[in-house]
C-alpha cells in the first residue's frame, strides 16, 4: 500500500512562481513512478509531467519550459515558474510502478493564477 500526501500552493500573480511537494510512503516498487496532474472545473484532467527513480522526467507541452519535477530522497517536486491564468487548477500527485498506472492519489492542492 502507498500513501501519497500534497503539500503547497495557493494563489500567486502572473509570471510568479509556486511550489508543490509530494510525498509517497509505502511499498517502494508500487511508487517507482510519480505523475503531476491538474483539472480544472469543465475540463478533462490533464496530466502536467512524470519523474521516476532514475530522475528521467517528461513534461505536457503546455507546461514545458516552465515547470520542473524533481525528487530526492523522501520528496517530489513540482516547481511551477511563469505561471499564467491558464494553469489555475487542482494540482494531485500520483504514484504508481509504472508510467502509466496511478493506482494511488494525493488529496490535491489548489493553484490559483490571477492577473
Known amino acids: 500500500q502507498v500513501h501519497v500526501a500534497q503539500s503547497g500552493g495557493g494563489s500567486v500573480q502572473a509570471g510568479g512562481s509556486l511550489t508543490l511537494s509530494c510525498v509517497a510512503s509505502?511499498?517502494?516498487?508500487?511508487?517507482?513512478?510519480i505523475a503531476w496532474f491538474r483539472r480544472t472545473p469543465g475540463k478533462e484532467r490533464e496530466g502536467v509531467g512524470t519523474i521516476n527513480t532514475d530522475g528521467r522526467t517528461t513534461y505536457a507541452t503546455s507546461v514545458a519550459g516552465r515547470f520542473t519535477i524533481s525528487r530526492d530522497i523522501a520528496n517530489v517536486y513540482l516547481q511551477m515558474d511563469n505561471l499564467k491564468i491558464e494553469d489555475t487548477a487542482m494540482y494531485y500527485c500520483a504514484a504508481g510502478p509504472s508510467f502509466g498506472l496511478w493506482p494511488y492519489w494525493g488529496q490535491g492542492t489548489q493553484v490559483t493564477v490571477s492577473s
Open positions: 509505502g511499498d517502494t516498487y508500487s511508487r517507482s513512478y
